[in-house]
């Protein structure tokens, strides 16, 4: 084993180290609301686009949009 091989191992887990604690960095950034967990939803391409174009139309996120019409549902289901 040479000098440079011993290097290259050296740098790959400082490499690793920065791109995990960039990754964790940016998922807090993103989860901001202790109470909420995130999900997953997985929509035609026509839905998505129709979906997203509402929300620019009401100066909103496909998320917050999303989570009213859920919200809506769940209080007409009750009643």
């Known amino acids: 084993m040479t000098s440079s ?3 290259d191992k050296s740098v790959k887990p400082a490499k690793l180290t920065e791109s995990v604690e960039h990754k964790l960095k940016a998922s807090a950034k993103v989860s901001k609301d202790k109470n909420k967990k995130n999900t997953s ?3 035609d391409k026509k839905t998505l686009k129709a979906l997203k174009m509402v929300a620019i139309e009401q100066e909103t996120s496909v998320q917050k949009l999303i989570e009213g019409l859920i919200e809506d549902f769940l209080n007409n289901r009750a009643q």
């Open 41 to 43: 939803l997985r929509l």
């Open 5 to 7: 091989d011993s290097a």
